[in-house]
């Protein structure tokens, strides 16, 4: 089916189209539509106009309404103010555009004009370390916008360019070498278990390392054997590495999320494309060397004492560090997956860093125009207290603890508001509930600002929680299922109480914000959204009797409303990576 035109598009070409009829002097101008307390929209356009024409406002206003064509679209323009253009839609089309939009598996949102390969690098845990919450934010908003842009056309890759390369694997391998037992096979582990292994090993391997200085050479000559390619050691270290994955799976299938093998692609993988591209932004003159290090220098990037801050590609001992890994990285993935964007989820602490590498990548012409890099640089999740979510002994909160003690309590509000429901199902609807009340927080805060992490108001009934949403779209649930033979079904005939048109004018919404959202790497915009549309619904709800409408046709529109509005929230709680629970 054809994308569905919104409400606000058709008006605003309405009001452009009467622009351009009745005053053709003013070339194509923009009539400045918005939503508007005084009608459905207010278009502000003439009053710049107006200035440009050197004419009256309200004059040109005047010409301008008896040009629109309103007839089957609009039910009221008046002009208001010195200039404004109020304009109220008629209630069968809001209805009957709903109508087009429920006949769509999509609800009407179109494709992007525009699509391309985004290569998506998120969710970026260490190999033989625990997650922490400081995990938390790159996977979820990762995981968010990739769904997004999916949904609009993008073709997307993911990439986890996890910490798998580095000299804490010499010590590591080290030990296992001589303590051969000590590693089970990842096979024979769960991923607490796998864990549980890992830290061992590095604690005990660690212990060693810090008291023993033969070892420590040990170690250290076992960082070059790596380095090297040798089959022993690289051998080890993909034990390491495997037992990891077992880990990492367990944690994000607990966020539910699915990461696919293939796209992890560590440090490691870049490791034999370093020497050349460092030799490429030598020979080109990009990078430059200095004290013997090969580094490239910008302009407006200094230090506290004035000096150039550089981005050191290879160091002076001829060691590669994160720069040349990145710079390889967006090698492969422009020239070798054909990227179009890059679009990278990483601390805004490394914003920097990232900077410094997109403008070398740029001078190299890896990047252009064509081929863009950006950086969703994310902020810091904070404890209660504003500083940055330790636990009660300063140490860093596990990520799996945070996860299990929100589906804990989540299954405490499940259990208090539960009708008829099993323990089992009681534990299957927490789960959804507590991560998802995880995963909203998140996601209704900017990417860019810090928020407070605080499970008693992310579980919370009320306000603007992923609870309320689910809570929203379970209750439209039970009125489908209370209504029994009973059908939704459009009626555009049928004039609107207040309620209703204002929800139907959000539902309405929906295609375009999920566009904006998804263009502008916004995923707090879809929550914002849907926090609306659940509480829209909820004064529909309280003020539109559904089931006990006045006339039978009535009460399939109600029920009409109701559906759109339930799969509107369970679409656009999926696209966020939100579960929507059919009983709570």
């Known amino acids: 089916m054809a994308p569905v035109t919104s409400l606000a598009a058709t008006v605003n070409q309405r009001v452009a189209d009467a622009l351009s009829a009745a005053l053709p002097e003013a070339g194509a101008a923009d009539p400045l539509l918005r939503r508007s307390d005084r009608a459905d929209f207010q278009a502000n356009g003439l009053l710049a106009l107006a200035k440009k024409l050197k004419g009256n406002p309200r004059e040109l206003a005047g010409k301008v309404v008896d040009a629109i064509a309103a007839e ?7 002009v208001s103010g010195p200039g404004f253009l109020n304009l109220t839609v008629a209630d069968a089309a809001i209805t009957g555009t709903l109508a087009r939009r429920a006949a769509d598996d999509r609800l009407g949102v179109p494709y992007a004009a525009t699509t391309g390969t985004t290569v998506i690098d998120y969710a970026q845990p260490n190999v033989a370390k625990e997650m922490h919450v400081g995990h938390l934010r790159s996977a979820v908003i990762g995981d968010a916008l990739r769904n997004m842009l999916d949904f609009t056309g993008e073709k997307t890759i993911g990439r986890h360019h996890i910490g798998d390369w580095g000299t804490q694997f010499g010590m590591l391998i080290q030990y296992l070498i001589e303590n051969p ?3 089970a096979p990842a096979a024979d582990v769960d991923g607490e278990q796998a864990m549980s292994n890992l830290n061992r090993v590095y604690k ?10 033969e070892f420590k050479e040990r170690a250290r000559r076992r960082v070059v054997a790596l380095q090297s390619g040798d089959e022993q050691t690289l051998e080890l270290w993909q034990r390491f590495v495997d037992e990891s994955k077992v880990y990492f799976y367990s944690v994000f299938e607990k966020l539910d999320m699915e990461i ?14 370093m020497a050349e591209t460092a030799r490429m932004l030598e020979e080109s003159g990009v990078a430059v060397r200095s004290e013997g290090a090969l580094v490239v220098f910008f302009d407006d990037i200094k230090g506290k004492d004035d000096k150039p801050v550089p981005l050191i590609v290879q160091k002076a001992d001829g060691g590669f560090g994160y720069a040349a890994s990145d710079l390889s990285a967006i090698r492969n993935r422009v020239f070798d997956l054909g990227a179009t964007t890059l679009l990278y989820v990483v601390d805004v602490r490394q914003s920097l860093h990232f900077r410094m590498v997109f403008e070398t990548a740029r001078r190299a012409g890896w990047l252009n125009d064509e081929v863009t890099a950006h950086n969703m640089g994310y902020g810091t999740v904070l404890g209660a207290d504003g500083k940055p979510f330790k636990t009660r002994e300063g140490e860093t909160v596990r990520l799996e603890d945070l996860l299990d003690e929100a589906v804990q309590r989540a299954a405490e509000v499940v259990r208090e508001k539960a009708q008829d429901l099993t323990e089992d199902e009681i534990q299957e609807r927490a789960a959804q509930v507590g991560i998802g009340a995880v995963k909203y927080a998140d996601l209704s805060t900017s990417p860019s600002r810090d928020y407070k992490f605080d499970l008693d108001q992310m579980v919370s009934l009320n306000g603007d929680t992923s609870v309320y949403l689910q809570y929203a779209y379970a209750r439209i649930q039970s009125i489908l299922r209370k209504a029994g033979e009973t059908k939704p079904a459009a009626h555009p005939e049928l004039a609107l109480a207040p309620a209703e048109r204002a929800l139907g004018l959000h539902l309405d919404a929906f295609g375009d914000t999920v566009a904006e959202a998804a263009a502008e790497y916004a995923p707090h915009k879809l929550a914002a959204y849907l926090y609306q549309l659940a509480s829209l ?44 629970p059919e009983r709570l």
Do not use: W
């Open 72 to 78: 089957g679209l609009l039910k009221d323009v008046e």
């Open 204 to 213: 005990a391997s660690r212990a060693v390392f810090d008291s023993d200085e």
């Open 181 to 183: 037992g000590e590693l």
């Open 260 to 273: 696919r093998d293939e796209e992890i692609v560590g440090e490691s993988a870049y490791n034999a494309m």
């Open 537 to 580: 619904y909820t004064t529909f709800y309280d003020q539109c009797p559904v089931l006990k409408a006045d006339t039978p046709e009535q009460v399939e529109n109600r029920l009409f409303l109701c559906d759109l509005t339930a799969r509107t929230l369970h679409r656009g709680m999926a696209l966020l990576g939100i579960r929507t």
